[in-house]
């Protein structure tokens, strides 16, 4: 089944601690990217990525690192999370031809 | 940069009836406008899109029609049924291809009363 699958899908964690959200896609996309979703907010991009080892910062880049070393991979990394990074965060990915097909999410609590 | 507003952010409906949700972007420069659905406890989910070259475009109950001149889009779903209820995103997009930055608008809360 095509799918982009992201892990965990449930996250509590303390402020400072670094952490790392994965994301994988099987159907060969060049385009990657990160979203966190936030009520009254919408989807706002955090970084995306148009192939391997290319990558470029979204609207809301600040505190998040990802990296692109594999095609199907793309995870997202907090070095030092802190409690305004507390969200649902969506990972997805496209064939550049049309829009994103998106994971199920990952609801992350910074405390 | 852009900047995608989206109307009503709530919208009920009885079943069977039509149902129309209306963004503005305000990038001239934007010409890919994807809409998604995103039920409760998913990821969003791409339903149609539209380029600048076309004015409207249908699959099955959903249509969008889109007009650049005024820089508004519009989702239309007819015959709407209860799996139609969902929150309904539209975003605006500066290039061809979906790679480019896509601005999301804030989302519409459709609720279809059986």
């Known amino acids: 089944e095509a799918q982009v699958t992201q892990n965990p899908r449930y996250l509590i964690t303390v402020t400072g601690k670094k952490l790392t959200v994965t994301c994988s896609q099987n159907m060969n996309h060049e385009y990657m990217s990160w979203y966190r979703q936030d009520p009254g907010l919408g989807l706002r991009q955090i970084y995306y990525?148009?192939?391997?080892?290319?990558?470029d910062k979204g609207d809301v880049p600040e505190g998040y690192k990802v990296s692109r070393k594999e095609k199907r991979n793309f995870p997202l990394i907090l070095e030092s999370p802190s409690p305004n990074q507390t969200s649902l965060y969506f990972c997805?990915?496209?064939?550049?031809?049309?829009?994103?097909?998106f994971g199920s999410g990952t609801r992350l609590t910074v405390v | 940069g852009e900047n995608v507003e989206q109307h009503p952010s709530t919208l009920s409906v009885q079943e069977g009836d039509s149902a129309v949700i209306k963004c503005t972007y305000s990038?001239?420069?934007?010409?890919?406008f994807p809409w998604y659905k995103q039920e409760l406890g998913k990821g969003p989910q791409l339903i149609i899109d539209i380029r600048s070259n076309v004015g409207e475009k249908k699959d099955q109950r959903i249509a969008v029609t889109l007009n650049k001149t005024a820089k508004h889009f519009s989702l239309h779903i007819t015959e709407t049924q209860p799996e139609d209820s969902a929150v309904y995103f539209c975003?605006?997009?500066?290039?061809?291809?979906?790679?480019?930055?896509?601005?999301f608008g804030p989302g519409t809360s459709l609720s279809v009363i059986p």
């Open positions: 975003a605006a997009g500066g290039k061809e291809t979906s790679y480019d930055k896509v601005i």
């Open positions: 990038d001239s420069a934007s010409n890919y």
């Open positions: 997805a990915s496209s064939p550049g031809t049309r829009g994103y097909t």
């Open positions: 990525s148009m192939n391997v080892e290319v990558t």
